[in-house]
Nanobody, 124 residues
């Protein structure tokens, strides 16, 4: 059974940092892109970042560019999201996902496995 488990969320002051991890089990995802999305109550799930199957290409939402870094370790079947210079508007539940394809996408519909999410709260 495929399972994605996020960790690393929590409460942090504005300007602080957090590192999210997403460990996958049940199968290997080294041939597929992975992504991070976030969601706040009453809003659509929002794209944050994605990374290609090899880790060689990354893409970020404008709102996080220059502050967040996505990376992956295929040997550990794990993807990471390093979040620096956090802002209150980054507060959300963060989800990792596995793409249907080798290259990433902005669209949730292009991802077929999702984690349960981890809460990130940034206080002002």
């Amino acid at each position: 059974q495929v399972q994605l488990v996020e960790s690393g969320g929590g409460l942090v002051q504005a300007g602080g940092s957090l590192r999210l991890s997403c460990a996958a089990s049940g199968r290997t995802f080294s041939n597929y892109a992975m992504g991070w999305f976030r969601q706040t109550p009453g809003k659509e799930r929002e794209f944050v970042a994605h990374i290609s199957w090899s880790g060689g290409r990354q893409y970020y939402a404008d709102s996080v560019k220059g502050r967040f870094t996505i990376s992956r370790d295929n040997a550990k079947n794990t993807v990471y999201l390093q979040m620096n210079s956090l802002k209150p508007e980054d507060t959300a539940v963060y989800y990792c996902a596995v793409s249907k394809y080798a290259s990433g996408s902005l669209y949730p519909g292009d991802y077929n496995y999702w984690g349960q999410g981890t809460q990130v709260t940034v206080s002002s």
